[in-house]
Every structure is written in structure tokens, then in C-alpha cells.
């Protein structure tokens, strides 16, 4: 599985549907799904404190017992931006017998059956009954009352002794991001699996205390709680299947909050395996619909393909090869380029991005970051998919967010630089010296930049983002609500809603990006747009966070 924090060993797969549109064309449809994760076995990991049980009647020094039990990983521990914990070794007792120096086979395994009625005894009947088999493991990650109770037996050639296992005191709290560890501790997604490379990280073959400095993050752990609570209040008020979440700097790139939800316990093997937790953050890539209306903007402005105040006429619909591209409310006259996104005109955005051509709408995507994957050490996401064919008509769908998929994530990346000034983003989970040097590339003009905040903040205010709006907070963003594709094509009652916003929109600090995946709330077909249930939600989630993040609240004038 991608993760957001980082690649896992395995590569992913997708697949893309495709359908010709009825009367509004949305070109080739894409919708990519990933199959599977990449994970290894584990099992649940118990809060205890450090123990070590004395083995009863047998010499513990024999030299093959870490060569048979295995050997293990510490790990140093992971926390927050303010040193917060999110993940530590904890300690447990292994059960295992020495063959060699049980006197009953049967009494054992009827002893230890009562306790853990899961165990095969007819495998550990045939490997008790082995007198050359001197350490068997029977049991990992023993709860210590239990451990106790078996001491207590006196059964020989039982013994005990710690092994490390990986706890996160917050359970689901950013789990996709944290990842998860093996059987042996050792990191295989998200953030543990960077870990692996720590010079903190040591081969041992009994639990130790980790005396390394701590791994620390960019993520806070009350913004990511905030964050996390709303997700799932708008997951239950609009009957959604799921929802992803990112806030970041736009400046530095540091993330302090991404969640996709439903979410996952690291310590749950059976939550880590389950297609329906799985991170969509990152991991996954759909057409995102209207919230592409920006970038096509961002183009024509920065390319010069038309003026600041130029007016697109859009009474007509378009017609080009065998599709019809109309407006869901369709508007006789001319708008400007604020209203285009205002009123969410496909027809605007279509004629702009035919304006503009092939050619150059895929260089300057390029340019941006939107046609290859986010790839860092800390950071990936899957690749975007893109037309076979990069025609006239996948020029005019992508005009309006179809025929390309990315990850939330990245469009949020992108979104980010859009509004920053033009400044590329490098996205990041590990906290940096705060000096440290940026390199940094001028995407598109600093004007642009700010005349595309304007624009975003106009929609707030008098468009179909308004319901974002957090007064004192000036906030900044575009809707976009998209068919959401199945396998083969679109399901028609499904759809994709998101809510992209920057605050304070004078000088923005922060990129929000809000997603929920086939919302269903009761009422009309339009409460299932964004601007009903992405924006909202994107609305609270700032006025939570921003004293969390350190943006004051300001007395503001309209506008």
C-alpha cells in the first residue's frame, strides 16, 4: 500500500473505466483502483509495562535460543511536532517450551490449551514430543496476567522471556501515516517503514529500553484529532463510504494533520488488510471534477491565452468530435473569468482550455506537478493517470476536472502552489531545522498566484463555496463534485465531492483539501454537491484549527 508517509515493497495496480457521456460530456472517464496491500503478517500489540518471567528449570543461556525464537528490532520512538508520543516499544512476555525438559506432553498441552484455545495441538503435540527440539515458541504477546497465571502452573519446561512490540497509545489516531511493523518489529509502511533507516533502530534478541532521540514528525496531535473528529462527523451526517482530509503549509510544506478515514489501527493486521480502510489520501487517484476549473484558470492567465478581464461567452454549448458539453444551470451571455468559477461553468472552462490547445494545457500540467507522482522519501502517492490520447476532447474535459485522476493529496500539493505565490511545495511529514534551505521553482507568476486568490476568495464569499466561510479567518476556495466511476463506467448515483481552501487568503499559510467519497444525505440530488457537504465540513474543520495552528482570528471587512 502507498502510504502518505511512504512507499511500501510492492508496487501497485489499476485500473481505468471509461464511458461516453449522455448529454454533458465528461470525456474518458478514469478511475483508478488500487488492489490490494502491501503488508506482512502481525498481530495486535497490548499496552503493558516491561516484564521478564524467571524460565522455571532451565538453563536460559543456551546460544540457540535467539537463533530459533528470532531475532528482533528496537525501535526508537515516534512523536509529534511538540514531542507529543505516537508510537513506542513496549515490552510483553513470549511463551515457549523446552521439549527436552517437559515431563508430561499431555498435561502441558492441556494446561495451555485452557488459555489459548486457538493453538494447534496436534503441531505442538508433534513438536513437544520432540526431545532433540529444545525451544518451541508457543505464544507471542502475552498479556502479563496471563503470563502470570502460567508461571504460577509450575509446568516444566515452560519458560518466558520479552520481546519488543510496537505500541501507539492513540490507536487509530493518523494510522495510515504511522504505518505498521512486522512480527519482529521491523517497520513495513508509513512512517515505520522510514524509520527502518534510523541509526536508532538496533537488532536484538530480547526487549530493550531505546535510548535514541525520538523520530519527530510534522503532524500535531490535536489538529490531527480535530481534523480526524469532523471527517467522521461528515462520514455519518452525509452516509459517505469514506473521506480524506490534508492540511499543510503552503510555505514550508510541513503537514499538520492527513487522515483518510474510515481509518486503521497499526496494531490491527485485520484493519491494515481491509480494502475499505485503505488510504485514499494517497493511494488512490479519481477525477475530482470542478476543483480542476483552477488550474485551467492558472493556465490561461499565466499563458497569456487571454486577459485578466477578458469575457467567454457561454450561451452555447460546446459540441466537439461526438460530444455536448453544457452547464448543469446553463447561462445565456458572456462571463468572466471569476465567474466561471463562480457559477462552476463547464462550458467557460471547456472554451478556455480549447483556447489554449493540446499541447500547452499538457506542458504547463507538467510543469505543475500534475502528471507524475509525488516520489520522495517521506512522501508518495500514486502516479496520476492520464489519457492514451491527449486530444481536442480530453482537452476541453480536463478543462473541468475529466479525464485525468490524481490522489487528493497531490491535487492539494498542487492547489497549495497556486496559491502561495507560484512557489513549488516540497510536502513533508519529518519536522526540519526551521533554517533550513528551500529549492524552490517559480511555477507561475506571482500575479497570477494572486489574482487566482482573489478569485477564491470571491467564491467563498458569493459562490458555491460560502459555506466554508469562517468569518475572522478569510478563507479562500473552490467545490468540485464529480461522477464517481465503478469499474467499467459511471455508476450514476455516485459521486466524488470536494473542497479546496486556503487561509488567510491575503497571505495564506495554510492548504486544506476536503474529499468524501459517495456522500448520500437525504433531500434533493443536490445536497450530495460539495458545496453541501465538502465545504461545510472544510468550514469547521478551519475554525477548529486554526488556533491549534497559530492563525489569529482578524476583525475583516467584506471582500
Do not use: C
Not at 73 to 102: C, E, K, M
Not at 178 to 190: I, Q, W
Amino acid at each position: 500500500m502507498n502510504t502518505l508517509a511512504v512507499g511500501t515493497k510492492n508496487a501497485q495496480s489499476s485500473r481505468v473505466a471509461t464511458r461516453q457521456p449522455k448529454s454533458q460530456v465528461k470525456s474518458i472517464a478514469l478511475r483508478v483502483f488500487i488492489i490490494g496491500l502491501s503488508i506482512t503478517v502481525s498481530f495486535t500489540v497490548v499496552a503493558v509495562q516491561l516484564i521478564r518471567l524467571a524460565v522455571i528449570g532451565q538453563n536460559r543461556q543456551n546460544t540457540n535460543t535467539s537463533q530459533t525464537i528470532g531475532e528482533f528490532y528496537s525501535r526508537p520512538d515516534i512523536v509529534d511536532r511538540h514531542g507529543r508520543l505516537l508510537a513506542t516499544d513496549i515490552a510483553l512476555p513470549a511463551l515457549f517450551a523446552d521439549s527436552h525438559l517437559i515431563t508430561s506432553v499431555d498435561e502441558t498441552i492441556e494446561s495451555i490449551k485452557n488459555i489459548f484455545p486457538e493453538l494447534n495441538t496436534t503441531k505442538v503435540r508433534r513438536a513437544l514430543s520432540d526431545k532433540n527440539r529444545r525451544y518451541y515458541l508457543l505464544k507471542r504477546a502475552v498479556a502479563p496476567r496471563v503470563a502470570e497465571t502460567i508461571n504460577a502452573m509450575g509446568l516444566p519446561g515452560l519458560g518466558f522471556r520479552s520481546e519488543p512490540k510496537r505500541k501507539y497509545p492513540n490507536v487509530r489516531l493518523a494510522g495510515h501515516l504511522l504505518g505498521y511493523v512486522d512480527s519482529y518489529n521491523y517497520g513495513v509502511t508509513g512512517v515505520e517503514h522510514l524509520l527502518n533507516r534510523n541509526k536508532g533502530v538496533r537488532r536484538v534478541d530480547h526487549a530493550t529500553v531505546n535510548t535514541a532521540s525520538p523520530l519527530r514528525l510534522t503532524i500535531d496531535v490535536r489538529t490531527q484529532y480535530a481534523l480526524e473528529r469532523e471527517l467522521i462527523a461528515g462520514i455519518k451526517k452525509f452516509k459517505a463510504k469514506a473521506a480524506t482530509g490534508v492540511l499543510f503549509e503552503v510555505q514550508n510544506g510541513e503537514i499538520w494533520a492527513a487522515a483518510s478515514l474510515p481509518g486503521v489501527e497499526p496494531a490491527n493486521i485485520n484493519e491494515m488488510m481491509d480494502r475499505s480502510r485503505r488510504d485514499r489520501l494517497a493511494s488512490d487517484a479519481f477525477e475530482l471534477g470542478s476543483v480542476f476549473r483552477l488550474f485551467t484558470l492558472a493556465m490561461v492567465m499565466d499563458l497569456d491565452i487571454v486577459t485578466p478581464k477578458a469575457l467567454v461567452d457561454v450561451t452555447n454549448p460546446i459540441k466537439i468530435e461526438s460530444f455536448v458539453i453544457s452547464d448543469e444551470n446553463p447561462f445565456a451571455g458572456k462571463l468572466s473569468l471569476e465567474q466561471i468559477m463562480i457559477r462552476s461553468s463547464n462550458v467557460g472552462s471547456g472554451i478556455l482550455a480549447e483556447a489554449t490547445g493540446s499541447e500547452r494545457q499538457h506542458s504547463f500540467f507538467e510543469r505543475i506537478g500534475l502528471t507524475r507522482a509525488i516520489n520522495r522519501e517521506d512522501i508518495k502517492t500514486i502516479s496520476p493517470v492520464l489519457p492514451k490520447t491527449w486530444g481536442a476532447a480530453e482537452t476541453v474535459s480536463i478543462g473541468f476536472g475529466y479525464g485525468i485522476a490524481v490522489s487528493p493529496l497531490q491535487f492539494a500539493v498542487v492547489f497549495g502552489s497556486m496559491v502561495n505565490g507560484g512557489i513549488s511545495i516540497i510536502p513533508t511529514l519529518i519536522l526540519q531545522p526551521s533554517n533550513r534551505v528551500f529549492s524552490k521553482q517559480q511555477l507561475i507568476r506571482a500575479k497570477t498566484s494572486s489574482r487566482l486568490r482573489d478569485m477564491l476568495r470571491q467564491n467563498v464569499l458569493d459562490g458555491r463555496g460560502w459555506r466554508a466561510n469562517v468569518v475572522g479567518y478569510r478563507v479562500g476556495g473552490i467545490t468540485g463534485t464529480a461522477d464517481l466511476a465503478n469499474d467499467v463506467n459511471y455508476e450514476g448515483n455516485s459521486v466524488i465531492t470536494s473542497f479546496a481552501a486556503t487561509f488567510p487568503i491575503d497571505k495564506p499559510r495554510f492548504a486544506l483539501m476536503i474529499t468524501f467519497f459517495d456522500p448520500q444525505p437525504k433531500g434533493t440530488k443536490a445536497m450530495r454537491s460539495a458545496e453541501n457537504t465538502a465545504a461545510p465540513v472544510a468550514g469547521e474543520v478551519i475554525r477548529r484549527v486554526a488556533p491549534l495552528v497559530g492563525v489569529e482570528k482578524r476583525a475583516e471587512m467584506r471582500g
